[in-house]
């Protein structure tokens, strides 16, 4: 082996700035952990397991959250070591605007639930 090959030899991918390790046990392991997390919210509203509405709600925005945070780091492979940190960075912005949507997606479906018109059957119809 030359000294051209020794340095090349050690610079795959284990620097100092190198991506975390791709492998397929992370891959299963997020795949599962992503069908689980879709699974039980599914259960919850299937069988109706929480009995209020906006229990069920909030621990579906809770597991979407989970699961988003799941695909970041098993299949995005977001981590504090990962380019510098900047991925680290990409993962906080990334779950503050996830906390701003799922927090103005509640509030619109609220708001659009308590203020919408009466249903039809409801109302008056004697006059048909």
Do not use: C
Not at 20 to 41: D, E, M, N
Not at 56 to 65: C, E, R
Not at 72 to 89: D, P
């Amino acid at each position: 082996m030359s000294a051209h090959d020794h340095v090349h030899s050690h610079d795959r991918g284990h620097g100092h700035d190198a991506p975390a390790h791709i492998t397929r046990k992370g891959y299963v392991i997020g795949f599962v952990l992503s069908v689980i997390l879709t699974a039980i919210p599914f259960w919850l509203v299937m069988t109706g397991a929480l009995g209020s509405a906006s229990a069920t709600a909030f621990t579906i925005m809770g597991f979407a959250a989970v699961q988003i945070v799941v695909h970041m780091i098993y299949f995005l492979h977001m981590n504090s070591r990962a380019e510098g940190g900047w991925s680290m960075m990409a993962m906080v912005f990334t779950i503050v605007l996830l906390v701003i949507v799922l927090a103005g997606s509640l509030w619109v479906m609220h708001n659009m639930n308590a203020n919408m018109m009466p249903s039809m059957e409801a109302s008056d119809t004697s006059g048909m």
